[in-house]
């Protein structure tokens, strides 16, 4: 089992930064890929950024260039980067792990969320 609890957000105006961290706790072994899902009202939940044990990265396409993820494997945490933050990134973000290698995935474990509101 692998707990997850993101911290981080907030409201930002449009063009500004933030950045997101998820304190991991669990088997090591569950948590090989780490990564970050959004969901916005009305929209299907969508992978934004992952990362392997070694430091892979994954980004959808919409947040290449302005996110950064990072994990720090003694502190069983990773973190997400935000700048040039648009409107359209508003959602609740879930920190995820995953059982398998991949940064894409699949995960199985999720966090709560946190509401990350940009405004225009």
């Known amino acids: 089992q692998v707990q997850l609890v993101e911290s981080g957000g907030g409201l930002v105006q449009a063009g500004g930064s933030l950045k997101l961290s998820c304190a991991a706790s669990?088997?090591?072994?569950?948590?090989?890929?780490l990564g970050w899902y959004r969901q916005a009202p009305g929209k299907q939940r969508e992978l934004v950024a992952g990362i392997t044990r070694g430091g892979g990265a994954y980004y959808v396409d919409s947040v290449k260039d302005r996110f950064t993820i990072s994990r720090d494997n003694a502190k069983n945490t990773v973190y997400l980067e935000m700048n040039s933050l648009k409107p359209e990134d508003t959602a609740v973000y879930y920190c995820a792990a995953s059982r398998l290698w991949a940064a894409i995935g699949p995960y199985d474990y999720w966090g709560q969320g946190t509401q990350v509101t940009v405004s225009s």
């Open positions: 669990g088997s090591s072994f569950s948590m090989n890929a």
